[in-house]
């Protein structure tokens, strides 16, 4: 979600100038991402996933204005991610529990049905390990996993300081890799 | 190079191991229905048009103080009476009577409706920073911007925006309440700071300016106790009567009253918080009691996940 390339920079110009065409082009090219990585934080539930979308894109696309360089842009762009995510999760703490793996295989974009069951089986059970982390360790790894940020991105994003993203990192995947070797046996 | 500006380890998943999900098309047609679904259209009949006229200069600017005549200016739409003002410029100030609400168009931020009875003065509008003072009654924001470009001064705090929607009433006095439906604001006053996550409340006072913050849901001994404190109250039943009620999610509580409280209550304090959730790794006890800026800091992010 990095913005550095002249046609990106284009386009957020272009939408604080009020061109949906524009809007339309910024969506295109970040909403697989941010899609992902709600439905992944919110277990894999189709409803909430879209409804945070949403939100991020309608904050993002009626706030334009106040974008002020590429930087600031990324970073407001995951910070509205982290924010809807985290509003979401407080709003419905009851509703927070590990997804079940067979669940979480439905996930994958249906093209990917016809791929081998093996593949599947694995990444059901690595999303359900996800999936049964604390949202404070969740979000780091899915921030790391689709977007690819460096320490001090995420720490920007999850407005914590960069040790502190180091330690819920590290922290995350100690508990990922011992839940995967369970769900393996 | 600072060794941050790295990026982490992809840890023990594998690329392909979570798959990129396409976004429905659905996401994008209810993003621009909403974009295009324009504000319902008032019923304003003849005789309700009268009425609102009748009650004259309900909304209104009351006197222009700009010292430039370019100075800049936010839209006004009225939700409720008479139609007076469709902008206010920095230095005016917008007034409602007991019947009007008005909604202001903070720049490209936000906006802040305006309840009734309710008096606010447009103090800078600037990339850098948005500013009203809120002199009495009860106004609404919804603002989606960088932290601290919108604040809000009432008598006894400044509102400022970490990215969020509340409500902030006061009287003229100072005494209020804050509101935060989503996101974080911080009360500001004299060097004091109170954070105030979405959920929780927080009241204002003139002369002690922001009280200690509180979830809506917390229990209403809790609640009662802590208005005890934020008064003034300092009888041991007070505090033992907060630290009775806490639970788990008004540490937000307890982790405020740690730099209120005098040293003997704060370890007491202190140990009732770390009954309720562990000590984080990187706070130690000793930095705690100490009132350690970052341990406290770290502290409280840590903290954050369980409000």
């Known amino acids: ?185 | 190079m600072n060794q941050f500006e790295d990026k982490p380890p992809i840890g023990p998943i594998e690329q392909g191991d979570l798959p990129l999900v396409k976004a429905p098309d659905s996401i994008w047609k209810s993003i621009e229905a909403t974009l295009e679904a324009k504000p319902e259209p008032r019923r304003t009949g003849v005789f309700r048009w009268q009425w609102a006229a009748a009650s004259l200069a309900v909304v209104g600017v009351i006197f222009w103080i700009a010292t430039r005549p370019s100075a800049p200016a936010w839209r006004v739409s009225i939700l409720e009476g008479s139609p007076s003002v469709d902008k206010i410029k920095v230095g005016e100030w917008l007034q409602t009577d007991a019947s009007s609400r008005a909604r202001i168009t903070v720049a490209d931020i936000g906006t802040v409706d305006v309840e009734p009875n309710t008096r606010v003065r447009l103090v800078a509008s600037s990339p850098t920073e948005h500013r009203l003072t809120l002199a009495r009654g009860e106004i609404s924001a919804t603002v989606s911007a960088p932290p601290r470009l919108f604040l809000v001064d009432t008598p006894a705090s400044t509102a400022v925006d970490l990215g969020c929607a509340y409500k902030i009433k006061t009287d003229e006095s100072g005494d209020g309440v804050l509101r935060v439906t989503s996101g974080w604001v911080s009360l500001e006053w004299k060097g004091h700071e109170s954070l105030v996550p979405a959920g929780a409340d927080c009241r204002t006072r003139s002369k002690t300016g922001p009280g200690t913050p509180y979830f809506a849901d917390a229990s209403q001994p809790l609640q009662d106790a802590l208005s005890a404190f934020d008064s003034g109250g300092s009888a041991a039943n007070v505090l033992q009567g907060i630290l009775r009620e806490a639970r788990v999610r008004d540490t937000l509580t307890l982790w405020h009253l740690l730099s209120r409280v005098d040293p003997v209550d704060r370890v007491r304090v202190f140990e009732r918080m770390t009954e309720l959730v562990p000590l984080p790794a990187g706070v130690s006890r000793e930095k705690a009691l100490r009132l350690d800026p970052a341990a406290l800091k770290s502290w409280r992010e840590e903290l954050a996940w369980k409000w």
């Open chain 1, 1 to 185: 979600m990095v913005v550095s390339d002249p046609e990106t920079i284009e386009i957020i110009e272009a939408c604080r100038r009020g061109d949906r065409e524009a809007f339309r082009a910024l969506y295109q090219a970040h909403k697989d991402k941010v899609y992902s990585i709600t439905l992944y934080f919110f277990h894999g539930d189709i409803a909430e996933a879209s409804d945070a979308t949403q939100q991020v894109f309608l904050k993002l696309i009626t706030n334009i204005g106040s974008f002020r360089g590429e930087a600031e842009f990324s970073t407001w762009l995951h910070r509205l991610v982290v924010n809807t995510c985290l509003d979401g999760s407080r709003k419905n703490k009851s509703r927070e529990r590990p997804a079940d793996p067979a669940e979480l295989m439905r996930i994958a974009d249906p093209a990917s049905h016809d791929e081998d069951l093996t593949r599947q089986q694995v990444a059901g059970r690595v999303q359900a390990a996800l999936s049964s982390l604390p949202p404070k360790l969740r979000m780091p790894i899915l921030l790391r996993y689709f977007e690819e940020l460096s320490y001090a991105e995420m720490a920007q994003a999850l407005r914590c300081s960069a040790g502190t993203v180091a330690s819920r990192l590290n922290q995350g995947h100690k508990l990922l890799a011992q839940k995967l070797e369970k769900l393996r046996r």
